[in-house]
């Protein structure tokens, strides 16, 4: 039962992720943590496992709704921010593995509030056209917020698309929906590479006993990937953020209610 409920999750969260370009990793560590009682840094390890197999296939799924060959158009984007995305995904690791459960849960809460008030103000952030900028100036904002994306990334397992969208948006002009996709082209080698960074430290041990949760979860994410793809013929995604927000905070205020396991 166990198993089934670890489909059906996965594959909720992932229509959510799906349809507007995230990992959806920032829904399901409330969900990790909170209803399947995983200790946080094993709720983040299975997070990014579950991510990237959710962030493949929304890219996939996608790709042949946004359209490949808009995506390559703007390689040069991706590769700007995956450069020091990578960077802060090796770093963020070492910070996870070396602080101790309950700092970490109370990193987790504080991203997560953060990531609510940015989903609820979407609006006031899309409002504004992209900053008019040089190049030089754009490739080092792009550095810089690809570093931070990626220490959050490795750090809180995620795959850091709410703050990867709108970094696309404001400083490189890009519509919202392409965004998405572009998001999910950057996130897939950052959780790769913070996956890489804890099977060298061999945390991955701590999930070994947990296979079959995760398979069930990731298949349930390929699905839900499928159905939030699709979802983006018909609808216009910018009103969900608003809706998102609200259900992160209350995440976020339930994960803080939360006492790690000893």
Not at 135 to 149: E, K, M, W
Not at 176 to 193: D, N, Y
Not at 225 to 246: P, T
């Given at each position: 039962m166990r198993n089934i409920w670890a489909f059906a999750w996965g594959a909720l969260v992932a229509i959510l992720g799906g349809l507007i370009g995230l990992g959806g990793a920032e829904f399901r560590l409330p969900v990790l943590v909170s209803i399947f009682n995983y200790r946080t840094l094993q709720a983040i390890i299975i997070n990014l496992i579950v991510s990237l197999v959710s962030v493949i296939f929304s890219f996939i799924f996608r790709s042949g709704i946004i359209g490949l060959e808009n995506v390559?158009?703007?390689?040069?984007?991706?590769?700007?921010?995956?450069?020091?995305?990578?960077?802060?995904s090796y770093v963020g690791v070492n910070y996870a593995t070396r602080i101790n459960e309950k700092t970490l849960n109370r990193v987790v809460v504080a991203f997560l509030f953060f990531l609510s008030f940015v989903l609820i103000g979407h609006n006031l952030i899309f409002s504004f056209q992209?900053?008019?900028?040089?190049?030089?100036?754009?490739?080092?904002?792009?550095?810089?917020?690809?570093?931070?994306?990626?220490?959050?990334?490795?750090?809180?397992?995620?795959?850091?698309?709410?703050?990867?969208?709108?970094?696309?948006?404001?400083?490189?002009?890009?519509?919202?929906?392409?965004?998405?996709?572009?998001?999910?082209?950057?996130?897939?080698?950052?959780?790769?590479?913070?996956?890489?960074?804890?099977?060298?430290?061999?945390?991955?041990?701590?999930?070994?006993?947990?296979?079959?949760?995760?398979?069930?979860?990731?298949?349930?994410?390929?699905?839900?990937?499928?159905?939030?793809?699709?979802?983006?013929?018909?609808?216009?995604?910018?009103?969900?953020?608003?809706?998102?927000?609200?259900?992160?905070?209350?995440?976020a205020f339930k994960l803080a209610n939360h006492k790690p396991a000893t």
């Open positions: 390559l158009d703007n390689l040069t984007v991706i590769i700007n921010i995956l450069a020091g995305s990578l960077i802060g992209s900053w008019q900028l040089p190049n030089l100036l754009r490739i080092g904002i792009g550095f810089v917020a690809g570093i931070v994306i990626g220490i959050f990334s490795s750090m809180l397992g995620v795959a850091g698309g709410e703050l990867i969208i709108p970094t696309i948006i404001m400083v490189f002009a890009i519509d919202i929906k392409l965004a998405g996709s572009l998001s999910l082209a950057i996130s897939i080698p950052t959780i790769i590479m913070g996956l890489f960074k804890y099977r060298s430290q061999q945390r991955l041990q701590e999930v070994k006993s947990e296979q079959k949760f995760i398979i069930s979860m990731a298949t349930g994410s390929i699905l839900g990937a499928f159905i939030g793809s699709n979802l983006l013929r018909y609808v216009a995604s910018s009103w969900l953020y608003v809706i998102l927000g609200v259900i992160l905070l209350l995440s």
